[in-house]
Nanobody, 116 residues
Framework: VQLVESGGGLVQAGDSLRLSCAASGSTFGINTMRWYRQAAGKQRELVATISSIGDITSYTDSVKGRFTISRDSAKNRMYLQMNSLKPEDTAMYYC??????????WGQGTQVTVSS
């Protein structure tokens, strides 16, 4: 499975961005998918999780009410809609997936920079 993120960029505080994660390869076994982020000098942080059929989602407290995770299994894509962005949301954002054999896959990341 290969994961490729897109949609990052430089925005101002209060703006919105929509990140996408495109999965390719042996995608039929993908189940849970997640977005992580890593700010400079900090540990990688789990941002949001979505179940295999998209019926269950969870978020880290700092993004609740502002970010929305979703997926389109038919298109093998996952999304992260980010609203009301804050400078503290600045980070590299990574797509993560597990499959039915419990293998884990990571994308290369997409940079999000929020200026104040």
């Amino acid at each position: 499975v290969q994961l490729v993120e897109s949609g990052g960029g430089l925005v101002q505080a209060g703006d919105s961005l929509r990140l996408s994660c495109a999965a390719s390869g042996s995608t039929f076994g993908i189940n849970t998918m997640r977005w992580y982020r890593q700010a400079a000098g900090k540990q990688r942080e789990l941002v949001a999780t979505i179940s295999s059929i998209g019926d269950i989602t969870s978020y880290t407290d700092s993004v609740k009410g502002r970010f929305t995770i979703s997926r389109d299994s038919a298109k093998n894509r996952m999304y992260l809609q980010m609203n009301s962005l804050k400078p503290e949301d600045t980070a590299m954002y990574y797509c993560y997936a597990t499959d039915n054999k419990f293998y884990a896959y990571w994308g290369q990341g997409t940079q999000v920079t929020v200026s104040s």
